[in-house]
């Protein structure tokens, strides 16, 4: 079974300083990978999602992630952390063929000071 | 195109009760899934649903159901709450016409079980 670990419950930057949330998974192939967004009372959104091919993905505003198979990691970076990137980062693995279900890590909660 | 949208947002009920949830996936999807969130047990998959069939589920007791209509509208179900069913549930729609799919997930409905 898939499982995803994100080891940072708590992350705090100063607005305009670089992030890097990071993200393992243990899946015996490679996986899906997902960053989602969660802002407070609010669903999640999906910020990028790595598939194949390039393993420096980029997604919506701003992030990028890098798939590492070597180290089974998918670290989410920003050069630049805003003050409304306030929230809940989630990361989640999905199984390769049949059905894809997703399954979460804990999150992480980044706390942008200005 | 809108997105998915749950019903009701927010829900009170007491222990021993019953509550259905909706959920109005994106036009044009025909999976649909259901997740509960708190903040114990972190994001769990409940159940999704494809073409009016129960696709997979998640580990849950049975008090938990859902269905899905033809027009691909789902709801669940659960019986005889529980204090520990407080949670944001979150449904999620994807298009599943591949194997490179990307769950969209509604707002959620906050329940609190008094």
């Known amino acids: 079974a898939q499982s995803v670990t994100q080891p940072d419950i708590h992350i705090t930057v100063s607005e305009g300083a670089s992030l890097e949330l990071r993200c393992n998974y243990s899946?015996?192939?490679?996986?899906?990978l997902f960053w989602y967004v969660q802002s407070p009372g609010q669903g999640l959104q999906l910020l990028l999602k790595y598939f194949s091919g390039d393993t420096l993905v980029q997604g919506i505003k701003g992030f990028e992630a890098e798939f590492k198979r070597s180290q089974s990691s998918f670290n989410l970076r920003k050069p630049s952390v805003h003050w409304s990137d306030a929230a809940e980062y989630f990361c989640a693995v999905g199984a390769r063929g049949g059905s894809y279900i997703p399954t979460f890590g804990r999150g992480t909660s980044l706390i942008v000071h200005p | 195109k809108a997105g998915v949208t749950q019903t009701p947002r927010y829900l009170i009920k007491t222990r021993g009760q019953q509550v259905t949830l909706s959920c109005s996936p994106i036009?044009?999807?025909?999976?649909v899934s259901w997740y509960q969130q708190t903040p114990g047990q972190g994001l769990q998959f409940l159940f999704e649903?494809?073409?009016?069939?129960?696709?997979n589920k998640g580990n849950f007791p049975g008090r938990f159901s859902g269905r899905q209509f033809s027009n691909s509208r789902s709801e669940m179900n659960v019986s005889t709450l529980e204090l520990g069913d407080s949670a944001l549930y979150l449904c999620?729609?994807?298009?599943?016409?591949?194997?490179?799919?990307?769950?969209?997930f509604g707002p959620g409905t906050r329940l609190l079980v008094l």
């Open positions: 899946y015996g192939a490679t996986p899906y």
């Open positions: 999620a729609s994807s298009s599943d016409t591949g194997r490179q799919e990307t769950q969209y």
């Open positions: 036009s044009g999807h025909r999976s």
């Open positions: 649903y494809f073409s009016e069939t129960q696709r």
